[in-house]
């Protein structure tokens, strides 16, 4: 069964670090595009970072120069680093992979890691 598994979240101080992970597993044939999204409660969801396979990628102004997304695309893994966190970088941070896995093609997502910045 093809699916994401993140690892990671947690507490932290603001101004702190943690590194987010997420592993897609299963029968994959190919993966493009990898990314997060967080949600924060009574807030729509906000895509944070995006990776393309080539190495492109693009970051919310809200995290640009203190998030950085990654790729080990021999472990079929994206990573997200987030230095100097603030409070309201607090949220539940899912990951995305747009492949095809498990024989069907569409975008698949990880279970949500919390995180959270305290002040």
């Known amino acids: 069964q093809a699916q994401l598994v993140e690892s990671g979240g947690g507490l932290v101080q603001a101004g702190g670090s943690l590194r987010l992970s997420c592993a897609a597993s299963?029968?994959?044939?190919?993966?493009?595009?990898m990314g997060w999204y967080r949600r924060t409660p009574g807030k729509l969801r906000e895509l944070v970072a995006t990776?393309?396979?080539?190495?492109?990628?693009s970051y919310a102004d809200t995290v640009k120069g203190r998030f950085t997304i990654s790729r080990d695309n021999a472990k079929n893994t994206v990573y997200l680093q987030m230095n100097s966190l603030k409070p309201m970088d607090t949220a539940v941070y899912y990951c995305?992979?747009?492949?095809?896995?498990?024989?069907?093609?569409?975008?698949?997502w990880g279970q949500g890691t919390q995180v959270t910045a305290s002040s």
């Open positions: 995305y992979a747009e492949a095809i896995m498990g024989g069907v093609w569409g975008r698949f």
């Open positions: 299963g029968y994959i044939f190919s993966i493009n595009t």
């Open positions: 990776m393309t396979s080539g190495g492109d990628t």
